[in-house]
């Protein structure tokens, strides 16, 4: 019988991947793409992406995978997403409605920027007042909505587009938009509705809807239920005009005959509804045996692991059996991942972020990374032996990687540059670096860098 093979995407902040794995698990072929970011110097709290650029970007990356390992179409068996919890904006018709603010609408490409990236901090004075309301959709999220979800930059929008415009739009969590890109089908996913859209399961807490009408009206966004009740820019109601579907279950009738044609692969692949790529990344790593041992991983394991998921943000998710509510804490999130199960999910908004801005804000930066191009080695190895040097230097015994904190015991970072998302929920902190001197080498470079990494770590 002819091998069967399996196609996961995941989308990140800077990069779409693509692998190719074997039914038992084992990888055949992976290819990225870079994804457009569009930053302002009007207002650094803006991140916007384009759909169709990234789409774009999927296209390439499973084409190559395929092509990479031979393998003929008809052999792949289904295809999954996963990707930031982004919000994509379009038209009924799946045309790309620009989430740019007016002032910024310059450029051939602006229309198609109809991405408002997880990253984004636009909509502070809309987080404000949803918290205010004290509505119980805010038990569900930590007692506090963050400002890089959905419901925030929903609104936003609705106080700054035309009025015209709003009404025609549909409003996705990426990772549900790329399966509705893939499909034509307008199912949503329990990850991304319950854990970024304000929407409580059916069941929970009184609620019949999923969507809670009262609090929309409450905030501004009653209109988004429609002339007949239904939410369908918000994918719908459960048994009236729309899906909501787990992890995994198979999205309308697989590809459609274009995003076939695009991937390269047969319409009516099977494709998975999708997850969040902190919650790909959970079940990913949760799922890992014992060291030494070949005992399958259960569910019952898997409430005793907390994975972090590290990027240019860290989240940090677990699973259990009851919804167990934290301040500060995202969640508890309702058949997030598995039916029935509860997650909670705490995170740092800036980690990789940090270090790269820790890094490329430095005088000695361009000089290393001049550098590491002309040895072909990655900037972390050449700051690596430069820790290294100046522990020498002063005599000090290298045991550990952290060993190199001696070298910055007198300079201290706070690292929430970009807020704080746990556990104190406040976007407006800043971040904090004491003992700087006037150094501008790479030996003081590579101890800044080291603080950040003390810093991020010991915040987790």
Not at 359 to 372: G, R, S, V
Request: glycine content about 10%.
């Amino acid at each position: 019988m002819a091998e069967r093979y399996f196609v996961g995407v995941d989308v990140g902040t800077g990069s779409a991947r693509a692998a190719l794995v074997q039914q038992g698990g084992r990888l055949v072929a992976q290819a990225s793409e870079p994804i457009q970011t569009w930053r302002y110097e009007s207002d650094s709290r803006l991140y916007e992406q384009s759909a169709a650029q990234i789409w774009s970007a999927i296209a390439a990356c499973v084409q190559q995978v395929v092509r990479d390992a031979r393998v003929p179409p008809e052999q792949v068996h289904g295809l999954g997403f996963d990707a930031t919890c982004s919000l994509v904006v379009t038209d009924a018709a799946g045309e790309p409605i620009s989430v740019t603010p007016p002032a910024d609408r310059a450029g051939a490409d602006v229309a198609q920027r109809n991405v408002i990236l997880w990253a984004d901090h636009r909509a502070e004075d809309e987080a404000r007042d949803i918290n205010a309301t004290g509505h119980k959709v805010l038990d569900y999220v930590g007692g506090t909505m963050s400002l890089e979800m959905e419901m925030p930059k929903t609104l936003w929008l609705k106080r700054h587009l035309d009025a015209a415009t709003f009404d025609r739009a549909m409003f996705f969590d990426l990772p549900d938009y790329l399966t509705y890109r893939a499909t034509d089908a307008k199912a949503r996913s329990n990850c991304s509705l319950v854990c970024k859209c304000g929407y409580i399961p059916p069941g929970v807490a009184g609620s019949e809807l999923g969507w809670q009408p009262d609090f929309l009206e409450t905030i501004g966004l009653g209109s988004l239920a429609g002339a007949a009740g239904d939410y369908a820019p918000l994918g719908g109601v459960p048994g009236r005009n729309g899906l909501v579907l787990t992890a995994g279950m198979p999205v309308g009738a697989g590809l459609s005959e274009r995003a076939a044609h695009e991937l390269g692969l047969l319409p009516h692949t099977p494709v998975a509804s999708a997850l969040i790529d902190a919650y790909a990344g959970w079940v990913g790593t949760v799922a890992a045996t014992e060291a030494g041992s070949d005992a399958q991983t259960s569910l019952h394991d898997a409430g005793a692991r907390l994975v972090a998921i590290a990027g240019t943000s860290t989240c940090y998710c677990v699973q259990s059996a009851d919804g167990v509510r934290v301040g500060g804490v995202w969640g508890p999130y309702k058949n997030a991942v598995f039916p029935d199960f509860w997650m909670n999910e705490g995170g740092q908004s800036s980690t990789g972020q940090l270090i790269d801005f820790v890094l490329e804000t430095h005088p000695a930066y361009a000089a290393l990374k001049t550098d590491a191009r002309e040895q072909q080695r990655s900037v972390y190895d050449l700051l690596h032996e430069t820790l290294a040097a100046q522990m020498a230097a002063r005599q000090l015994p290298v045991t550990s990687p952290s060993s190199y904190v001696l070298l910055v015991k007198h300079m201290h970072m706070y690292p929430d540059f970009y807020g704080n998302r746990s556990p104190l929920a406040d976007p407006s902190l800043r971040g904090l670096l004491s003992g700087v001197s006037l150094d501008r080498s790479r030996n003081d470079l590579a101890r800044r860098y080291i603080l950040t990494l003390e810093a991020i770590a010991l915040q987790t």
